[in-house]
Every structure is written in structure tokens, then in C-alpha cells.
């Protein structure tokens, strides 16, 4: 078992930041990627961004390319998620997500493991 704990976010004007944390802990942390999705109300969870085990491969939906930044530091079995530029389309729940299986990371089903979600609004 892996436990996944999100912490971080909370209520931002527009263009303002916030940093997103997912603590990881349990089963080995080791060669998991780990994503970030979103969930707005009467929205289906979306695809945010993910990191792969070594940092070596980040990727970013269109709309946070350039805003958002994925990280982890591994000793402390915790990844992030910075994001600058907010905008109201950004509110959402924000839920951290890992998995060993690499074959397609943007996709959530692939997953194994979740966080409860932090809630990240943005108002205008």
C-alpha cells in the first residue's frame, strides 16, 4: 500500500501562486511516476501533469504549459506541483496519483494509488 497526502492548497486572487505538495508514504516510493489531475464540479478528472521516476520526463497538458511545474525529491518521497499564473479556470480539486505502469501517464485509470484531493480555488 502506498499512502498519498496533498496538502497545499487554498483560495488565490488570478495571477496569484501556490504550492502543491503530495507526501508519499508505505510501500517503496522507488521507479513510481507520479501525476497531478484536477477535478472541477460536473467535470471529469483531468489530466494536469506528470514526472517520471528519475525527473528525467515531465509533461504538462496545454492549458499550465509554461505555469505550472512539476517536481519531486525522492529522499523525501514527495512530489509538487508550482503554480503560478492562476486563473479561475485552475479551481478544481487537485489530486496526486501513482503508478508503475508507464505506458501511458496521462491517462488516470492508469493509476494505482490516490490522495484525498486539495482544493485549489482562484477567484477573479
Known amino acids: 500500500q502506498v499512502q498519498l497526502v496533498e496538502s497545499g492548497g487554498g483560495l488565490v486572487q488570478a495571477g496569484g501562486s501556490l504550492r502543491l505538495s503530495c507526501a508519499a508514504s508505505?510501500?517503496?516510493?522507488?521507479?513510481?511516476?507520479m501525476g497531478w489531475f484536477r477535478q472541477a464540479p460536473g467535470k471529469s478528472r483531468e489530466f494536469v501533469a506528470y514526472i517520471t521516476w528519475s525527473a528525467g520526463s515531465t509533461y504538462y497538458t496545454d492549458s499550465v504549459k509554461g505555469r505550472f511545474t512539476i517536481s519531486r525529491d525522492n529522499a523525501k518521497k514527495t512530489v509538487y506541483l508550482q503554480m503560478n499564473s492562476l486563473k479561475p479556470e485552475d479551481t478544481a480539486v487537485y489530486y496526486c496519483?501513482?503508478?508503475?505502469?508507464?505506458?501511458?501517464?496521462?491517462?488516470?485509470?492508469?493509476?494505482?494509488?490516490w490522495g484525498q484531493g486539495t482544493q485549489v480555488t482562484v477567484s477573479s
Open positions: 508505505g510501500r517503496t516510493f522507488n521507479r513510481a511516476a
Open positions: 496519483g501513482a503508478t508503475w505502469d508507464y505506458s501511458d501517464l496521462r491517462q488516470w485509470a492508469k493509476y494505482e494509488y
